[in-house]
């Protein structure tokens, strides 16, 4: 009983590697993988050569830290995480890093990224029950929505810790309706992401 059920369990790992390999979602990990390194080199690139010829780095988040309330701070993050993303994470993970208690603010900025990554998700709910901007919307989403039918939460996971727009792939996981516990699950890997950052970021400020 036992080898029948580890030849069943390498069965179904073996199916699932040949039909991700077959979808192309090695390369699809292997590209963003590529595409992350470069935002992340030339981010550490521009705070370097900003703190060194233009302006101190760590007096201007000094200066953020002192001029805007934390809960003023979080509260755009939150919102940018809300919609599509459209404020770099790592400026706030910078900020937090500055802040009178760097891991309690990193932690705050992962949980207002996870929330708004679930505000992301319903709002994908609710596209779809309005029929005009679900149609726009899978025009204009068609190649995420795709790769979201595909690989599910193996695709939410990819979104969670690489440096491509979280609110995308929530949004798209909302359209589609994927399992809401698993999404909510899987979403979890947003806070390695923050820490793993703050690991390098945290250095340089």
Same mark, same amino acid.
């Not at 390194?37 to 760590?58: K, M, R, T």
């Not at 500055?98 to 996870?114: E, H, R, V």
């Not at 609710?126 to 005009?132: D, S």
């Given at each position: 009983?036992?080898?029948?059920?580890?030849?069943?369990?390498?069965?179904?790992?073996?199916?699932?590697?040949?039909?991700?390999?077959?979808?192309?979602?090695?390369?699809?990990?292997?590209?963003?993988?590529?595409?992350?390194?470069?935002?992340?080199?030339?981010?550490?690139?521009?705070?370097?050569?900003?703190?060194?010829?233009?302006?101190?780095?760590?007096?201007?988040?000094?200066?953020?830290?002192?001029?805007?309330?934390?809960?003023?701070?979080?509260?755009?993050?939150?919102?940018?995480?809300?919609?599509?993303?459209?404020?770099?994470?790592?400026?706030?993970?910078?900020?937090?890093?500055?802040?009178? #208690?760097?891991? @309690? %603010?990193?932690? /705050?900025?992962?949980?207002?990224? $996870? *929330?708004?990554?679930? !505000?992301?998700?319903?709002?994908?709910?609710?596209?779809?029950?309005?029929?005009?901007?679900?149609?726009?919307?899978?025009?204009?989403?068609?190649?995420?929505?795709?790769?979201?039918?595909?690989?599910?939460?193996?695709?939410?996971?990819?979104?969670?810790?690489?440096?491509?727009?979280?609110?995308?792939?929530?949004?798209?996981?909302?359209?589609?309706?994927?399992?809401?516990? #698993?999404?909510? @699950? %899987?979403?979890? /890997?947003?806070?390695?992401?923050? $820490? *793993?950052?703050?690991? !390098?970021?945290?250095?340089?400020?």
């Amino acid at each position: 009983m036992k080898e029948r059920a580890k030849s069943k369990k390498k069965s179904r790992i073996r199916l699932l590697h040949q039909y991700y390999n077959y979808t192309g979602f090695y390369s699809f990990v292997w590209n963003s993988l590529k595409k992350a390194v470069l935002p992340i080199v030339l981010f550490v690139g521009a705070l370097w050569a900003i703190d060194h010829y233009l302006l101190d780095i760590e007096d201007m988040l000094v200066l953020i830290t002192e001029t805007y309330a934390p809960a003023e701070v979080l509260s755009i993050f939150f919102l940018s995480e809300s919609l599509l993303g459209l404020v770099p994470p790592e400026l706030f993970i910078a900020w937090a890093g500055k802040s009178a #208690s760097p891991m @309690i %603010f990193l932690t /705050l900025l992962a949980t207002a990224s $996870y *929330l708004g990554g679930i !505000v992301s998700y319903y709002i994908g709910v609710g596209i779809t029950k309005i029929p005009a901007v679900h149609e726009a919307m899978e025009l204009k989403m068609a190649k995420h929505i795709k790769n979201t039918r595909k690989w599910g939460g193996f695709l939410i996971i990819v979104g969670a810790l690489l440096p491509i727009p979280f609110a995308m792939t929530s949004i798209a996981a909302g359209i589609i309706k994927f399992p809401f516990s #698993s999404y909510l @699950i %899987f979403g979890l /890997l947003r806070y390695a992401r923050f $820490y *793993l950052y703050a690991l !390098v970021i945290f250095e340089m400020v």
